[in-house]
């Protein structure tokens, strides 16, 4: 049972390359979500999607889309990276958007940015 | 902005000993929730106590709540070399149906 699985495990870019994290999910959930995390902070939403179809912004959404490719898969592609986004990218899954659902994390992708 | 902190930031303690970790948040929740991720992996979810909730246990971890002071706080008993990793809370605020606002964690050490 593979969970939520996150390709690639790591990877450097340049500034201004442009690139797609990948993310696919086997538990049947309807919910996903995209985060960051920053050396000493917590994880911040950087976008999510409800159910298949349907995508939002969250709190940093700057510099990044997603699009979500069918029930399992969601991606998060940088357009023209920065160093700024430098950071630790954990894709997420959720039964649905109820209050009492717990979140089911990959084991992120370790982004440079030169 | 961050709705949850957790307190301390670091603690180290032998193992067999209690390991307490506590987290503040500013708005009104839904839901409080705890999660550990250990070097190198993802968040794995430990516990969800709901506003409404005072105390929950599972197994060696007991959460308390409350809500008048707006903190919550973990605790690990009996602790082991294994439980050594980072621990969030994790908040759903009653004005958001999606969104978890996480702490920016405890690293709790665990000494053999």
């Known amino acids: 049972n593979a969970g939520v699985t996150q390709t690639p495990k790591f990877q450097v870019l340049k500034t201004g390359q442009s690139m797609t994290l990948q993310c696919a999910q086997d538990?049947?959930?309807?919910?996903m979500y995209w985060y960051r995390q920053d050396p000493g902070m917590g994880l911040r939403l950087i976008y999510y999607?409800?159910?298949?179809?349907?995508?939002d912004k969250g709190e940093v959404p700057n510099g990044y889309n997603v699009s979500r490719l069918n029930k399992r898969e969601f991606s998060l592609r940088l357009e023209s990276a920065a160093p700024s986004q430098t950071s630790v990218y954990f894709c997420?899954?959720?039964?649905?958007?109820?209050?009492?659902?717990?979140?089911?994390f990959g084991d992120g992708t370790r982004l440079s940015i030169l | 902005s961050q709705q949850g902190e957790e307190d301390p930031q670091a603690l180290s303690i032998q193992e067999g000993e209690n390991a307490t970790m506590n987290c503040s948040y500013k708005?009104?929740?839904?839901?409080l929730q705890w999660y550990r991720q250990n070097s190198g992996r993802g968040l794995v979810h430990l516990i969800l106590?709901?506003?409404?909730?005072r105390e929950k246990h599972s197994g060696r971890l007991r959460v308390t709540l409350d809500t008048s002071k707006k903190s919550s706080s973990l605790l690990i008993t009996a602790s082991r070399a294994a439980d050594t990793a980072s621990y969030f809370c994790?908040?759903?605020?009653?004005?958001?149906?999606?969104?978890?606002?996480f702490g920016s964690g405890t690293r709790l050490l665990v000494r053999p």
């Open positions: 106590i709901r506003s409404n909730e």
């Open positions: 999607s409800a159910s298949e179809g349907t995508t």
């Open positions: 708005t009104s929740i839904n839901n």
């Open positions: 538990m049947n959930h309807n919910s």
């Open positions: 994790a908040t759903r605020t009653m004005d958001s149906s999606y969104k978890l606002i």
């Open positions: 997420a899954s959720s039964e649905g958007q109820g209050a009492g659902q717990p979140q089911h």
